[in-house]
């Protein structure tokens, strides 16, 4: 399948996945929370492959070999396993506290929700620009550079950073306050994933062990 033909398929599948998960399990399509997260979710996918498309294809070939199947250390299948359960859950409490009005959100709030999922989304675009070797799956590669400057100068970890942003951001899009209980084990799951990472890179990327005495924060800085 070529570059092009993928980036179409997975810029319209995941909308259209999260759209049929949180529509059935609301009971109705009368659901303006759910609506924008679909837009917003399509607009900032395709605005964030597409750039990487033209100017890094590499690096959009790396970022679109993601999943429990594409990962090559047992412990990271199970934790993209966990990760996507962790978000298929979230997805599901959001729509069935829509379903029976459990919380109220304002719409301020949900706008406010959509931010933060479009900022999330993002992410991994700028990641990406300032280190064309970060993918979706936990390897190095030979000739990989240790990225330390720009967004890796605040964390170690910024693309999932973005990763936690958006999670946090959905349930609020969705008009639901229980979906952001998900949110910690979302986060455990991250954090499983990135010791392991960090084992990997402290042992295969020159400089690590360096790099991370110098950038002392993994995802959130001042915080951990």
């Given at each position: 399948m070529t570059a092009v033909l993928r980036l179409l398929v997975s810029g319209l599948a995941q909308p259209v996945v999260l759209g049929v998960i949180v529509f059935v399990v609301a009971g109705t399509v009368d659901y303006w929370q759910a609506w924008l997260l679909v837009g917003v979710f399509l607009v900032s996918v395709w605005t964030s492959n597409v750039y990487l498309l033209r100017a890094h294809p590499a690096a959009l070939q790396r970022r679109m070999r993601?999943?429990?199947?594409?990962?090559?250390?047992?412990?990271?299948?199970?934790?993209?396993?966990?990760?996507?359960?962790?978000?298929?859950?979230?997805?599901?409490?959001?729509?069935?506290?829509?379903?029976?009005?459990?919380?109220?959100?304002?719409?301020?709030?949900?706008?406010?929700?959509?931010?933060?999922?479009?900022?999330?989304?993002?992410?991994?675009?700028?990641?990406?620009?300032?280190?064309?070797?970060?993918?979706?799956?936990?390897?190095?590669?030979?000739?990989?550079?240790?990225?330390?400057?720009?967004?890796?100068?605040?964390?170690?970890?910024?693309?999932?950073?973005?990763?936690?942003?958006?999670?946090?951001?959905?349930?609020?899009?969705?008009?639901?306050?229980?979906?952001?209980?998900?949110?910690?084990p979302g986060v455990l799951v991250l954090a499983t994933r990135i010791r392991d990472e960090e084992n990997l890179l402290r042992a295969e990327l020159d400089g690590y062990l360096e790099y991370t005495q110098k950038v002392r924060y993994r995802l959130v800085p001042g915080m951990w």
């Open positions: 993601g999943g429990p199947g594409a990962e090559t250390r047992m412990v990271q299948k199970a934790v993209m396993a966990g990760l996507w359960l962790s978000l298929l859950t979230m997805l599901v409490v959001s729509a069935l506290d829509h379903r029976f009005g459990w919380t109220h959100v304002p719409a301020p709030i949900s706008l406010a929700g959509n931010v933060l999922v479009a900022a999330g989304l993002m992410a991994p675009m700028l990641v990406v620009i300032q280190n064309n070797y970060a993918g979706s799956t936990v390897r190095v590669e030979a000739g990989q550079p240790l990225a330390s400057t720009g967004l890796y100068g605040l964390v170690r970890h910024p693309m999932y950073t973005g990763n936690v942003i958006m999670m946090v951001g959905v349930p609020l899009a969705l008009g639901s306050y229980w979906g952001l209980i998900l949110v910690l």
